[in-house]
């Protein structure tokens, strides 16, 4: 903070600082919001006007909340807005909501209190067959990111993606790493292009099958006795992208 504040100086900078020291906070080596806030002769603004709640009843409640969170939370559960379940089926519970939601075509926000209890309610949400969210791993090469199975999406259909920067092993089907897809990768840099919009199927540097639609394909290469075949979509623009 000391080195960053000094630059500011030499360069005549102007340094804004927000946040709210109310919320979750940090340890206290790195509170250094709170610090200047209470301790420096900084001025400091306050936004004091509820803009995220919309819904009366509950702005009234989210306001009673920061002024005394035990009247605060008397207000959610009187409105309903509290629903409590035991620790062992919370995950599954808003997996059930977040479904439930989305299906009403809600815009839905799932906070969680710790690393642990994400992984829980993720896992829950991705197998929970009434989720509309569709979640797979995929890898980043050359540029592209690929998946790592098919995706049947509509032409020009957008996706949102969520990169998880933990270096882990990716959940492959087999021991394969991801070095065992260079051939099918250099059969793609080298021999898409005569496959423009359709599907593949490839067995290392073989070509299985080949065709507009994924189903057909995939029947085609299981016909072919190939246990786990390479499939890539090979767009007009050959950027191909593809997965087992």
């Known amino acids: 903070m000391t080195e960053f504040l000094r630059l500011v100086d030499e360069r005549d900078a102007r340094v804004v600082f927000s946040g709210d020291t109310r919320q979750i906070q940090s340890v206290e080596p790195g509170d250094a919001l709170r610090i200047l806030e209470k301790e420096s002769r900084l001025k400091s603004i306050a936004l004091t006007q509820v803009q995220r709640q919309t819904q009366l009843e509950y702005r009234d409640a989210i306001q009673e909340l920061r002024r005394d969170p035990e009247r605060g939370f008397e207000k959610l559960d009187a409105m309903g807005a509290v629903r409590e379940v035991s620790h062992a089926d919370r995950a599954q519970e808003v997996a059930r909501q977040y479904s439930a939601a989305l299906e009403t075509q809600a815009s839905v926000l799932v906070v969680c209190a710790t690393h642990n209890e994400i992984e829980q309610v993720t896992s829950a949400t991705r197998y929970n067959k009434g989720a509309m969210a569709i979640h797979l791993e995929a890898v980043y090469e050359q540029g592209v990111l690929r998946p790592l199975e098919p995706l049947a999406l509509a032409e020009h259909q957008r996706v949102h993606v969520t990169v998880d920067e933990r270096k882990r092993p990716l959940s492959w089907e087999s021991a394969q790493q991801p070095d ?65």
């Open 180 to 244: 065992d897809s260079r051939a099918e990768l250099d059969w793609l840099a080298n021999e898409s292009r005569h496959y423009s919009g359709e599907w593949v199927a490839l067995d290392g540097n073989r070509l299985l099958a080949h065709g507009p639609k994924l189903a057909a394909v995939k029947s085609a290469a299981q016909a072919a006795g190939v246990s786990r075949p390479f499939f890539a979509s090979v767009p007009d623009d050959d950027l191909p992208f593809g997965g087992w």
